[in-house]
């Protein structure tokens, strides 16, 4: 009997360039038909966080000898490793990131001056020498509006990559993409531009069909409903729940858990270990906070802005304080904590709470900083802000299988 041939099929490489904490590569990841190549992120305290549970942890990167394993600010690594970078060539499958957004932000000023926005030069420089055969790019949905001030009125980065990356040889397509519609517990639309080079012969827009079309089967597969609600993800979460010291800093509490009480608890915790949830750490609210949130549980509308409110009873500067309903997706998450109120209890959600809500597992740690202000916000980016920047893994998880089909092997 001639013993039956057994076929490997070759994982896809691809190189995430503005990862943050991994959100994004921890979703491709876990679609477990790629690969990755190496990860760009400039902030220490977010590559640390990606280094503990994507390299040390997980071993989902091949990282070459060449480069550092470090945070990196892309400007240097096209700098001082060009050569090594068009080498690449003929060797990647997909390069994806989303360069910071701040600059495009309908959310808050739209700056057209602000240096970051200068980084989509850099990702499209990083295309030109590597020349995959498709490209993922993920920014908010001011993305996609012109400028309308001073000397770039009129302006649009949209056109501005549509067109070099035509010009480059890739056929794109972006729309908007609400991330809710792919289980996770959050109302998060972003902007997604695929391109795909020309010679693949396969159309972006299949992409996004295949993303909706393939959409029921990947719930059913995960066994989660089609909208998962607030409470249906953190209600294991809760401080009633019990509380001990945090041992990094005694100074606060920690929770515990109860038990998984619906599916998407018990996805999130299925690879961890831990008795106790990770990064799980209650704010020290003064008793006026806590009653002023107790008064905005009461008469706040759930999910909606209670500025009003705050300013004619409590007299505080705070322009957004959100109180969650248990009931609903949350409204998009910042990196500002204190913008959300616990649907029950008068607090702020913690770490894990947020990261819950992005749908990162609970066995994915977070390193550095709980949280940062003053001037080292636009510098440091601690672990609210990790979480606040990231893609939700689940979401990079789906399109990660929808990718392999389009530009993988026919095997």
């Not at 401080?239 to 920690?254: A, H, M, S, T, V």
Request: include cysteine.
């Amino acid at each position: 009997m001639t013993a039956r041939s057994t076929t490997i099929k070759p994982k896809l490489i691809y190189i995430d360039l503005f990862a943050g904490c991994g959100g994004l590569s921890l979703g491709i990841h876990k679609s477990r038909e790629w690969h990755g190549l190496f990860a760009i992120e400039k902030d220490k305290m977010a590559f640390d966080t990606l280094r503990a549970n994507l390299i040390d942890k997980r071993g989902h990167f091949d990282w070459p000898k060449w480069l550092p394993v470090k945070n990196h600010d892309i400007n240097d690594v096209l700098r001082d490793f060009k050569s090594e970078l068009l080498s690449l060539r003929g060797q990647l499958d997909l390069v994806t990131g989303g360069p910071p957004c701040q600059g495009f932000s309908a959310a808050g000023r739209r700056n057209e001056d602000d240096d970051r926005n200068k980084l989509i030069r850099s990702y499209l420089m990083f295309i030109m020498y590597t020349r995959p055969k498709a490209v993922m790019f993920e920014n908010v949905k001011g993305f996609t509006l012109q400028f309308k001030r001073n000397k770039t009125a009129g302006f649009s980065y949209l056109n501005y990559v549509r067109s070099v990356l035509g010009r480059l040889g890739y056929n794109v397509e972006g729309r908007l993409v609400n991330f809710a519609e792919f289980g996770v517990p959050q109302r998060r639309t972003r902007f997604i531009l695929v391109g795909i080079r020309r010679d693949l012969c396969t159309r972006p827009e299949a992409f996004f069909e295949a993303l909706y079309a393939a959409k029921g089967s990947f719930l059913k597969g995960k066994r989660l409903p089609k909208n998962t609600t607030v409470s249906q993800a953190i209600s294991d979460l809760h401080k009633e729940n019990g509380i001990l010291l945090f041992e990094e800093n005694q100074r606060f509490k920690r929770g515990t858990y109860s038990p998984a009480r619906t599916r998407y608890q018990q996805l999130m915790r299925a690879d961890s270990p831990s008795l106790l949830p990770d990064s799980h750490r209650f704010a020290n609210h003064e008793p006026r906070v806590v009653s002023r949130f107790r008064y905005i549980l009461r008469k706040g509308t759930r999910n909606k802005n209670a500025f009003d409110i705050l300013s004619v009873q409590h007299q505080t500067n705070k322009h957004t304080v959100i109180p969650l309903s248990p009931d609903l997706h949350s409204p998009t998450l910042t990196t500002l904590p204190d913008d959300y109120i616990h649907y029950c209890e008068p607090r702020i959600l913690t770490v894990r709470e947020y990261a819950r809500l992005q749908s990162f597992p609970d066995d994915f740690v977070f390193l550095g900083k709980f949280t940062t202000g003053g001037h080292l916000r636009t510098k440091e980016v601690p672990r609210y802000s990790q979480i606040g920047n990231a893609i939700p893994p689940l979401f990079g998880e789906h399109a990660a299988s929808v990718l392999k089909r389009l530009v993988g092997p026919d095997l």
